[in-house]
């Protein structure tokens, strides 16, 4: 077996880094926009909604690139992971931004 970084791979690793820091700072946004600290979380629900679709376009480019299936190497396995990845810290960033909004309506 093989285990040379191979672009495929580290493309993904990116794209799964992008899509699993968005996540991170998507859920802690949400958390702050629960308890309205701050300016509840919307710097980190915007930063949630730019990095979660980078990672989730740089993955979906991984995959239509990927020159052979599953386990040859060329990172398709990752692009998928980190499809999922972006998409969800794309939606809890909408999340964060959306009860940010609210709580910032609300204190008005």
């Known amino acids: 077996m093989d285990y ?3 672009s495929g791979r580290i493309g993904a690793l990116v794209a799964i880094a992008l899509g699993l820091f968005a996540a991170v700072i998507a859920g802690l946004a949400l958390v702050r926009a629960r308890r309205g600290i ?3 979380g919307r710097g980190g629900a915007t930063v949630a909604l730019v990095l979660g679709p980078l990672g989730a376009t740089l993955g979906g480019l ?3 690139t990927a020159g052979g299936g ?3 190497g060329h990172g398709l396995g990752g692009g998928v992971v980190a499809i999922l990845v972006g998409l969800i810290g794309s ?3 909408g999340l964060a931004f959306t009860r940010s ?3 910032r309506v609300a204190a008005s």
Do not use: D, I, N, Y
């Open 4 to 6: 040379t970084l191979s």
């Open 38 to 40: 701050g300016r509840g």
């Open 62 to 64: 991984v995959v239509v």
């Open 70 to 72: 599953l386990g040859t």
């Open 91 to 93: 939606v809890l960033g």
């Open 101 to 103: 909004r609210r709580a």
